[in-house]
Every structure is written in C-alpha cells, then in structure tokens.
C-alpha cells in the first residue's frame, strides 16, 4: 500500500529552545485536507534528548511470514542514551508513549551509551547499535531488548569483541551475517567538526563482519584514515550476499560481497570527488554521505550528500558497477551567492542554485532518506546532528528542518523535487525544531 502517515524524529537540543524532542506525525495521503501538514506531536518527558534514529519492533512481512505488525516504535536517543518505546498500533496518527528505559539502567547493564541505529532481529529482539562508554569515549557494539516485554537484556557482543566505535549495522540471516559501521567518537564530534581531529582517531575507518549467531567479530576491513563508514545496507534480496557501506569524509562507497570459504571483501565502486574552495573550514570539501538506501527491488542506490547539497541516483544492474542516472540538488554548502566559493570541482560546470519551495528557501543539506515501498516516491530531511547542524548550517537552526519529497523517474532513473510538497519545522508552535529519521508505517524500504 502507498505511505499515508509518516514518523518523524525531532529535537530541539542546540536551538536555544527549551522544549523536549517529539516524534511528529505527518499527513502523507494526497486526498487529504492535512497532506503534507503535522498531524501528531508526541513530546517526550525529557530535554536534550536528541531524538535521531528510529525503528519497528517487528522485523519486515516477508512472503513466508505476513503476520509481522508494525506496532512499537524504538526511539533510542543519540545523547541521553534513553530508550523510547512508542505504540502507534492503537492509533496510527496519534501515537502513545508506552515505556521509557533510562540512561542509568543502560550505562549500569551494558556500560554502553550514545545510542544509534536499531533494528529487530530474526528472534524478535531488537538490537540497538551505539556509538560510545557513558563517559563519551569511543565504543562500538550493540545493546539488546525484549520483543515482547522492551525489558533491557545486555550487550549483544562479547565485552572483548566492542569495536573502537559503532554506528549503523544491516544483516542477512541465510547467510548468518551481520555487518557493522564505525561512526565518530561521541564527546570529540560532540564538539562540532574539528579539522584538528584529522588522524587523530574520532572519525571511524573500520567496516565490521559479525557472525550472526555466535555474536562474534569474525572480519575487519580498515577503510582508510578517517573514511568515516557510516550508512550500511544490504540488498533487499534475502539470498543476496551483497551490499554498500558510504564513507562520509573520504566520499567513497565500497560494496562488500561473499568470496570463497564464508569469507568477506570489499572493493570501491563510487567516488565522490572533494570540491576546492574558498570560504569554508577546509580548503577542499568532502562530499560527506550522510545515508544510503536501496530500493525495495534492488533496482536503485540512493546516497543524501549532506555538505554539497544533491540526493544521487544510482541504477545496480551491475552491482559493482552503480551507474549515476539521477542528481538533484536541495540546499547544501556550495550554492551560488552563498559564503563558499568553489574553486575547482570535477563534476560541476557551476554552482547551483539555492532552492525555494512555496516561498520558502531551503537552508541545511540532505541527510536521512526514506523510500516509498514502490519507490517513486523519496522523502528527506536536513538535520544530521544538532551540534554540526549548528556549525555548519546556522541558519537552519534559526529557520527550521524541511522534509521534501523527491519524485523518482523508476524505468530510466532521474529525480525531479516535488515543489508541491513541503512539510516546515520552522512553522512549529513551539518554535523551529530539527528533524531527521523517518518511517512509514506501512513499510518501506530500510525496515
């Protein structure tokens, strides 16, 4: 079925507004007289949160098992390290806050914190990745709940097998595989982007391979110094042994893929050029991919770059030959007119254009991406984290998130901003707020 509804996470930590984090609730029904509007705001019982990344108790309705409900919602919270447990089965446009576990019981049981990407498992659990220790050090691996009672069960890894960081994770339970990424070191990167932390060690390089079952760090592939792994996916196919992982600061997507003996690998198939400029922190500026999604059959990759400004379209009948046949720009550090001048760029003639929707400019770069399930339809928003948001995109702070929506061209590829769509989180009664991850509850393409 199309999306009607969608979740959106929303904070307002570093706004210098006093409000808690709520989870919005967005009208995505075209025959509606609320399309594109906030329908719903569930505010959370606590401040500075940073509500960040989401995810369905349930696992996904695969063909053999069409019983799997999208009932409860996981909000872990990226600085707080507390857990939000959300019923959206009683009603699906008015969600209930239904169990919180908090910091202290997380850092106690697991000695974990900075809690990140979520996921259900094939048992029914749920798996939470995080990125630090309670105290901001760097420390990967995952922490596990309940499916049933959402009651805090542990660490998932072995004590002796955390990696240095963590972030995101994707698996693949026919081939008894899970994959992991390295993310930042949470209270170095909680100081904003630092040139100086260049070779320093706060900006992951490691791709982790786990053996599902036994929970245990079986491969490690070293990225290079600072290539910040961030987003992993694996194909949808379930007998696929196969996906991407996106570099962040190297701009770089490697596809990892099964070889001989159960054995992984890795090899480069994008690179996304560094742009010489004038005007910024550094004299050349990554492209920095903040996520990668890949529709629902396997056709399409989809990477958001967050400091350039474009979404990019990339078509997989060669899996190891992604081919770019969509780009669109929606905000970004680049623009024309704007503080940063671009000097040298191997793939633009020119800068591009700012972007207006509905006689509002869209300030901030795209970040996190969601995809209609038939996948003509991909939404984005422009908040990546608080802190950084505030630093390199200060008006967005002050103006407020956008989520967009980008009409995708399915046969031959192309993407087209839908300039009739537009959801402001500037226009919130409590003032502009930060959005990020988004879910539709019907399905779609990253549960």
């Not at 694996?234 to 600061?249: I, K």
């Not at 038939?374 to 002050?398: A, C, E, H, M």
Request: glycine share 8%.
């Amino acid at each position: 079925p199309r999306e009607e509804v969608a979740y959106v996470t929303c904070t307002y930590r570093e706004t210098c507004i006093d409000q808690p984090d709520f989870l919005a609730t967005i009208d995505l029904n075209p025959r509606s007289p609320y399309y594109c509007q906030v329908i719903h705001r569930l505010p959370m019982p606590n401040l500075k949160d940073e509500l960040h990344s989401s995810g369905w108790s349930a696992g996904c309705t695969c063909f053999d098992n069409i019983t799997a409900k999208r009932n409860k919602l996981i909000l872990p919270c990226l600085i707080s390290s507390r857990i939000y447990v959300v019923d959206v089965g009683s009603q699906c446009r008015a969600p209930k806050l239904c169990k919180m576990i908090e910091p202290v019981d997380v850092f106690w049981k697991c000695n974990k914190g900075y809690l990140s990407v979520v996921h259900s498992l094939p048992n029914g659990d749920i798996l939470i990745a995080n990125m630090g220790d309670p105290a901001g050090n760097g420390k990967g691996g995952f922490i596990v709940l309940d499916g049933e009672t959402f009651e805090l069960k542990g660490n998932w890894e072995n004590e002796c097998e955390a990696p240095p960081t963590g972030y995101d994770f994707w698996y693949q339970p026919r081939h008894n595989v899970l994959i992991s990424s390295a993310g930042l070191v949470p209270k170095r990167a909680g100081r904003g982007f630092n040139p100086d932390d260049f070779k320093k060690g706060v900006f992951g390089r490691r791709l982790n391979v786990w053996n599902l079952s036994c929970r245990t760090l079986t491969q490690c592939f070293d990225l290079g110094e600072d290539s910040l792994p961030l987003s992993v996916k694996f194909l949808h196919n379930p007998d696929a042994a196969e996906g991407y992982v996106s570099c962040a600061l190297s701009g770089i997507v490697y596809r990892f893929y099964k070889c001989e003996a159960n054995n992984w690998a890795v090899e480069e198939v994008i690179r996304i050029p560094a742009k010489d400029v004038r005007g910024w922190i550094m004299p050349k500026m990554p492209a920095f991919t903040v996520d990668l999604i890949i529709s629902t059959d396997d056709k399409y990759l989809y990477l958001s770059n967050w400091l350039h400004g474009d979404i990019r379209q990339y078509e997989l009948s060669k899996t190891c030959k992604p081919r770019l046949v969509g780009q669109v720009f929606v905000g970004g550090s680049i623009l024309r007119g704007g503080p940063v001048t671009v000097c040298r760029d191997e793939e633009l003639k020119c800068q591009p254009e700012p972007l207006v929707i509905k006689c509002k400019r869209v300030y901030g770069g795209p970040s996190k991406l969601q995809l209609s399930l038939d996948g003509k339809r991909l939404y984005v928003t422009n908040s990546f984290y608080s802190t950084w948001d505030k630093q390199i995109y200060p008006t967005l702070v002050k103006e407020g998130s956008v989520m967009l929506q980008i009409d995708v061209d399915t046969e031959k590829g192309g993407l087209t901003v839908n300039k009739n769509f537009l959801v402001d989180f500037g226009k919130e009664p409590n003032g502009p707020c930060l959005a990020h991850d988004i879910h539709f509850r019907c399905g779609d393409s990253t549960s």
